[in-house]
């Protein structure tokens, strides 16, 4: 109920975003599903079915996917692009979620920051993760502070440990690290 | 008191340094307070003191040695982290745990729980200025550690459970002893309630202060007795249920007011749940193995990212793991419940007296290097 409930507001955050330009692996998959489709009608449907999840495999649609809860941990996975996490955290705050934690990933081998939002919900078992990325070389993410008042500390704790800068939040000083602290530790190239 | 003052003649308030090093603040926690006389006008928790980079040792080391850091971060109830970790990474590696092993968890889980309860509960009477309760709850948390000490082979920080089960079996003169204890303990809460939660000056000084709202537990995310004592039914035992807990039949106790007191009775409370699920898995408690037969050393969970919570002594324990398919962690995140409950205390401490904020301090139950990690 909940699920499908948020399922659908966080979709309508998709509405501006165009959907990722198809690379050639995906046009080719397609071009395949159609050939398997076409010829003939002996076409076992599992084969029909392998090869439309293939293509789905190769360009998800953009929005909130639906997950295993039993082998992840969570129910619903939203990949956004930064500005629109604020929109996000409002739309879960109005069905009265709380935020469990800020955890921060560093893809160094794509260049890049990723801010991972866990949600989770007092009344009903829902588990919501909401995951955007960032430019390794200049990590920005409006914050959701004024949000969630819960985040501020969690938005802090990345920043020190990430050096991820959540824009708007009003005291991004360090709070684990010391004071004078100007490294990021869990970087992967962090050296001692 | 114990602190900094320092005043500024043009100014109508001053700051005062509460802690690092303060009995209050059990541990190394500081706080910045602005005051007006005896009012807090601004609270500011300082932390950082005992940080010790529990995710970084995370990542550098393998999946299996990572469990002695478990037990070292909430020393209270060491085994609700050990319990989080295993389950966490025996979910994403899909690692299958013999039942009597899931009981011998639960068992433990919730003694340790109890002995946290109990410390808690001698601790928060000392701030309020009542040294006696102290003494008593030590005495019966002795028993407890004394339990657990000869199947886990350590007082406190405890490295029990595996991947895949628990080190050690237990044996009758464990079951013996914790049905004793149970006995004991029984005996004993008439007496603390009549000692100390009918006492009117405990009464007088935790009912009304300190109020957290449902709201402002969401907006924060706090968790455990704190929610609990604000009305929000939320316990990961039954929220989320994990191991054998819906095999149990226990109750959530929740206080409607949100303030100190409630917080107090939810605890109070939960030790005689805890009691009762206990008894019940003594009595369930299968037999069979508690361990595969080949110790689980090399463990390499598949690529992806997992998530798993625990229902700790004070409020959800969560790990996010991420994980490259290799013998090492890639990231592991700890959700640590009093680092979310801290959080709201500025908000909450604003316009009180200062003697009543440490009250609601003590109400938090804070163990610091969870919070510092």
Known sequence: MLLAKIKEALSSLYDGIQETPETPETSEAEEATEEAVVPSEETAPAEEAQAEEAAAEAAPPPGPRETDYAAKGYHLDVDLPSEKVPEAAEILLRENFFIESIAGVDWIDDQQLEAVYDFNHFDELCRVVIRTRTDRNNPEIPTISHIYQGANWHERETHDFFGIKFIGHPNLEPLLLPEDADFHPLLKDFKA | ?373
């Open chain 2, 1 to 373: 008191m114990n602190g900094l003052l320092q005043q500024d003649v043009n100014q109508e308030t001053f700051t005062l340094n509460l802690g690092p090093q303060h009995p209050a603040t059990h541990g190394v926690l500081r706080v910045k307070l602005e005051m007006d006389g005896e009012y807090i006008v601004e609270a500011e928790p300082v932390l950082g003191y005992i940080h010790r980079m529990h995710e970084k040792m995370g990542e550098n080391r393998t999946w299996v040695k990572f469990l002695p850091n478990c037990g070292r971060m909430d020393y209270l109830s060491a085994l609700s982290y050990n319990h989080g970790y295993v389950a966490t990474v025996e979910r994403a590696a899909g690692i299958e745990v013999p039942e009597r092993a899931e009981y011998i968890r639960v068992i433990t889980v919730e003694l340790n729980r109890i002995s946290s309860h109990l410390l808690w509960f001698g601790a928060f009477v000392l701030d309020l200025g009542g040294f006696t309760p102290l003494l008593y709850a030590f005495d019966d948390r002795e028993q407890i550690l004394d339990l657990l000490e000869s199947v886990t082979g350590s007082r406190l920080t405890y490295c029990y459970f595996r991947f895949g089960g628990v080190y050690n079996d237990i044996d009758d003169s464990f079951i013996a002893g914790t049905r004793e204890f149970i006995k004991r303990l029984r005996k004993r809460m008439p007496m603390y309630d009549a000692l100390v939660t009918k006492n009117i000056i405990l009464i007088k000084r935790l009912k009304d202060i300190g109020p957290i709202s449902k709201d402002m537990a969401r907006r924060y995310g706090a968790t455990g007795p704190v929610a609990r004592g604000s009305g929000i039914n939320f316990d990961v035992r039954k929220h989320e249920p994990y191991s054998v807990y819906p095999e149990f039949d226990f109750d959530i106790p929740v206080y409607e007011e949100g303030d100190s007191m409630a917080r107090y009775m939810v605890r109070m409370d939960e030790i005689e749940q805890s009691m009762r699920i206990i008894e019940q898995a003594l009595a369930k408690l299968p037999e069979g193995e508690v361990k595969p037969k080949k110790a689980i050393k090399m463990v390499k969970p598949e690529k992806g990212d997992y998530y798993c919570a625990v229902e700790a002594a004070r409020g959800s324990f969560g790990i996010r793991i991420v994980s490259d398919g290799t013998n090492t962690p890639y990231r592991m995140k700890l959700r640590s419940p009093t680092y979310s409950n801290l959080s709201l205390f500025g908000e909450a401490a604003k316009g009180m007296l200062l003697a009543d904020a440490l009250a609601l301090m003590g109400s938090l139950d804070l163990v610091i290097p969870e919070i510092d990690r």
